[in-house]
């Protein structure tokens, strides 16, 4: 499965919107990039899927550019409920979910 | 759909005793995961059946660890003579054969060996 490398934390205020950037350099063509988002003593939650260009769905944006080496999740206009842990998956639909240790984002009244 | 559930929600064990752990999976999911997760850290694969068939074991998955889906419904996951490295959120996923790329979390078992 592909390396995925994404930031440690991120910090943002109710309202504001949210960007979460993970690098995968080495996605294969069959690959497919997903993101999840765990709250505490909960299990994880797929929140999105994509293979190319852009995705949207009612919870998030998934931006994919023409290379794929990278991916941008955006959260709009978050509130307190959206602090979670959000990791950025890649791989080719098979069973074995990889997850790393994922972005811890915290909202702030 | 009621989710996937887990059960008990936390145990608290001694070291080298048993524990057991039961995973119900969305009905009519096909496979069911059992995943690992340590405080920071993401979760981490240990197997994975289809129906009741278990497909793949992680190298995680010591000789003490077994898992079985008898009937291809719901699942057990025992780990025999504890160890405080045991000591972790345990988590179990199932997915449906038309969405086999998304996995359907239960709420976990936390561990506690002392």
């Known amino acids: 499965l592909a390396k995925t490398t994404q930031p440690i934390s991120m910090d943002s205020y109710e309202g504001q919107e949210v960007n979460i950037t993970c690098s995968h350099n080495n996605i294969a063509t069959n690959d497919y990039i997903t993101w999840y988002q765990q709250f505490p003593s909960q299990g994880p939650r797929f929140i999105i899927q994509g293979y190319k260009t852009k995705v949207t769905n009612e919870v998030a944006s998934l931006f994919i550019p023409a290379d794929r080496k990278s991916s941008t999740l955006s959260l709009p206009r978050v509130s307190l409920s959206d602090t979670a842990v959000y990791y950025c998956?890649?791989?080719?639909?098979?069973?074995?979910?990889?997850f790393g240790a994922g972005t811890t984002v915290t909202v702030r009244a | 759909d009621t989710g996937v559930s887990q059960d008990p929600r936390h145990k608290i064990t001694k070291r080298g005793q048993n524990v057991t752990f039961r995973c119900d999976p969305i009905?009519?999911?096909?496979?069911l995961y059992w995943y690992r997760q340590t405080l920071g850290q993401g979760p981490e694969f240990l197997t994975y059946f289809q129906n009741e068939a278990q497909l793949e074991k992680s190298r995680l998955l010591s000789d003490r660890f077994s898992a079985e889906r008898p009937k291809g419904s719901f699942s057990t996951l025992e780990i025999q003579r504890t160890e405080q490295g045991d000591s972790a959120m345990y988590l179990c996923?199932?997915?449906?054969?038309?969405?086999?790329?998304?996995?359907?979390f239960g709420p976990g078992t936390r561990l506690l060996v002392l």
């Open positions: 996923a199932s997915s449906s054969p038309s969405r086999q790329e998304t996995q359907y």
């Open positions: 009905s009519e999911h096909n496979r």
């Open positions: 998956l890649v791989g080719d639909n098979d069973y074995k979910l990889s």
